[in-house]
């Protein structure tokens, strides 16, 4: 999962960017409202953690202009600030979730889990896809009721195709959502992963579009 956070502390980005890497996420940091807009509209993410006080650019003020400009990405708002009527503000603006400060780690990992199954269709821990089945809360993917040992990597190029599955995805989207860039010292780190993973979950399962990327059948 790639996540964009849009923090002006320092202490904190750095706190939600370890956070994220420890889930075996992948956080971007932008430390004011314009640079949050801006990657925000230049990259695609699963899911942007907004924080209200931005400079420059306040984070409602952020989230409406990607809401009018067609971005539906789940956007989780920080804040400090408790009222009734800021929360309703930030929902009217379109945010999707919030999460006052000071927060505590598991509950913010458990509220981007819940908006990342929301924006896979599921409303439960479990995605199914056919013969494939998934829990999100254990990480587990089953195969006609047969569970599948998967790395890290294979679990989440599955879980990002499966987000788009039916449509292509290119070697690029993958690159950007899954990798940083020092792993493409080998190049093709993600052509041995869908091989690794069409092994495992049938190779007709994964189709090759030339010029468009990979597709996944289920």
């Given at each position: 999962?790639?996540?964009l956070?849009v ?7 750095s706190?939600?960017?370890?956070t ?5 996420w992948r ?5 004011d409202g314009e640079e949050g807009l ?11 953690i ?8 306040s ?5 409406e202009?990607l ?6 990405v789940?956007v989780l708002m920080?804040?400090?600030?408790g009222?009734?009527e800021d929360?309703?503000?930030g929902l009217?603006?379109g ?8 927060f505590?780690i ?6 981007i889990r ?6 896979l ?6 995605i ?7 829990d999100l809360?254990e990480r587990?993917?089953?195969?006609e009721?047969?569970?599948l040992?998967?790395k890290?990597k294979?679990?989440d190029?599955?879980l990002?195709l499966?987000k788009?599955r039916g449509?292509p995805?290119?070697?690029?989207m ?5 990798w940083?860039s ?5 190049s ?7 091989y ?7 190779k007709d399962?994964?189709r090759?579009?030339r010029g ?5 059948d289920?």
């Open positions: 999962m790639k996540i956070i923090e002006d502390d320092p202490g904190i980005a706190l939600l960017e370890r994220l890497e420890e889930e075996g956080g971007v940091t932008a430390g801006y990657r925000a509209e230049m990259e695609p993410f699963d899911l942007i907004l924080d209200w006080m931005l400079p420059g650019l984070g409602p003020e952020l989230l202009r809401r009018k400009e067609g971005n539906e789940p920080l804040t400090a600030r009222e009734t929360r309703i503000e009217k603006k945010a999707d979730d919030y999460l006052s400060k000071p505590s598991e509950e913010l990992i458990e509220r819940a908006l990342y199954r929301r924006s269709g599921s409303g439960g821990n479990r199914d896809a056919g013969p494939l089945q998934v809360a587990r993917v089953f195969l009721g047969e569970e040992l998967l890290r294979e679990y190029l599955l990002f499966l788009h449509a995805v290119s070697k690029r993958i690159e950007e959502h899954l940083e020092e792993d493409f010292l080998q093709n780190v993600i052509q041995v992963t869908i690794n993973l069409r092994k495992k979950i049938g399962r994964i090759t579009s468009m990327g990979y597709i996944l289920v």
